[in-house]
């Protein structure tokens, strides 16, 4: 006889609506993304990845919807117009604006999310939620892979090179600093995750906070440094 499915709690149903509203966000950004780079001249393969990515976030959207539903959730997302889209920096180069995006939301949002999901599908035992991050898992290591390329390209395959190497020496302890308010936050927590939510695929704040550390670590240290970019005064940059 199977094991029983443990009853979605109101942390599950929250979580994985948060999760429907993120990845369409992600969608609607990449597509807005991938607009820009079609209007810099950006590489075909470039182009089609981002449409690519469009895709999978909307595939993102349906699964986590599913496991909402799944969970006992009712109704649907509570998406603000206003955030489903990019806004140009009044002034700037177009190229400085996609390199914004590719930075911000790729090369630190899509690096991190893959030992992220990785962390958060190893305790998910509820079939419905584990497909869910089955396939996310899968597609994010693309992603994180396009965000890198997307920026080895901007630094060293177009003309704003050293515009850009700036831009990122000034930006850069910004984006660190929103993303550790994102996942950060819960380093000194001590509230658990109770195991019928883990099954779910949910995890606790300070797990969120030790992968982000580790990211820096093992990604973001050795992929800037790669690219001429030393992240460390970013990385510890007073708020």
Same mark, same amino acid.
């Given at each position: 006889?199977? &094991? @029983?499915?443990?009853?979605?709690?109101?942390? $599950?149903?929250?979580?994985?609506?948060?999760?429907?509203?993120?990845e369409?966000?992600?969608a609607?950004?990449?597509?807005h =993304?991938?607009l820009w780079l079609m209007?810099?001249?950006?590489?075909?393969?470039?182009?089609?990845?981002?449409l690519?990515?469009a895709?999978?976030?909307?595939?993102?959207?349906?699964?986590?919807?599913?496991?909402?539903?799944? @969970?006992?959730?009712?109704?649907?997302?509570?998406?603000?117009?206003?955030?489903?889209g990019l /806004?140009? *920096?009044?002034?700037?180069p177009?190229?400085?604006?996609?390199?914004?995006?590719? $930075? &911000?939301v790729?090369? +630190?949002?899509?690096?991190?999310?893959?030992?992220?999901f990785k962390?958060?599908?190893?305790?998910?035992?509820?079939?419905?939620?584990? /497909? @869910?991050?089955d396939?996310?898992? *899968? &597609?994010? $290591?693309?992603?994180?892979?396009?965000?890198?390329? =997307?920026?080895?390209?901007?630094?060293?395959?177009?003309?704003?090179?050293?515009?850009?190497r700036?831009l990122?020496? /000034?930006?850069?302890?910004?984006?660190?600093?929103?993303? *550790?308010?994102?996942?950060? $936050?819960?380093?000194?927590?001590?509230?658990a995750?109770p195991?019928?939510?883990? !099954?779910?695929?949910?995890?606790?704040? @300070?797990?969120? !906070?030790?992968?982000?550390?580790?990211?820096?670590?093992r990604?973001?240290?050795?992929?800037?440094?790669? +690219?001429?970019? &030393?992240?460390?005064r970013?990385?510890? !940059?007073?708020?």
């Open positions: 006889m199977p &094991d @029983a499915v443990p009853t979605g709690s109101d942390a $599950v149903r929250n979580e994985w609506l948060r999760r429907v509203e993120a369409y966000r992600s609607t950004i990449t597509q =993304l991938t209007q810099v001249a950006a590489s075909p393969d470039l182009l089609h990845a981002g690519r990515i895709e999978d976030e909307l595939v993102h959207a349906e699964l986590s919807m599913d496991t909402y539903l799944a @969970a006992g959730g009712t109704g649907g997302p509570t998406l603000a117009r206003e955030s489903l /806004r140009r *920096r009044e002034g700037d177009l190229e400085w604006d996609v390199l914004r995006v590719g $930075v &911000d790729f090369c +630190l949002g899509e690096t991190v999310a893959v030992p992220l962390h958060l599908r190893e305790g998910c035992t509820v079939k419905v939620a584990r /497909r @869910a991050l396939r996310i898992l *899968r &597609d994010e $290591v693309r992603h994180r892979d396009f965000g890198w390329t =997307l920026l080895g390209w901007m630094l060293t395959d177009t003309p704003h090179g050293d515009a850009l700036a990122i020496d /000034r930006e850069l302890p910004t984006w660190f600093r929103r993303i *550790r308010a994102s996942y950060g $936050v819960g380093a000194g927590s001590t509230r995750t195991d019928e939510d883990r !099954a779910w695929g949910l995890m606790a704040p @300070a797990e969120y !906070a030790r992968v982000l550390e580790r990211t820096f670590e990604d973001w240290l050795p992929r800037f440094r790669k +690219l001429g970019i &030393d992240p460390e970013a990385w510890t !940059a007073p708020a």
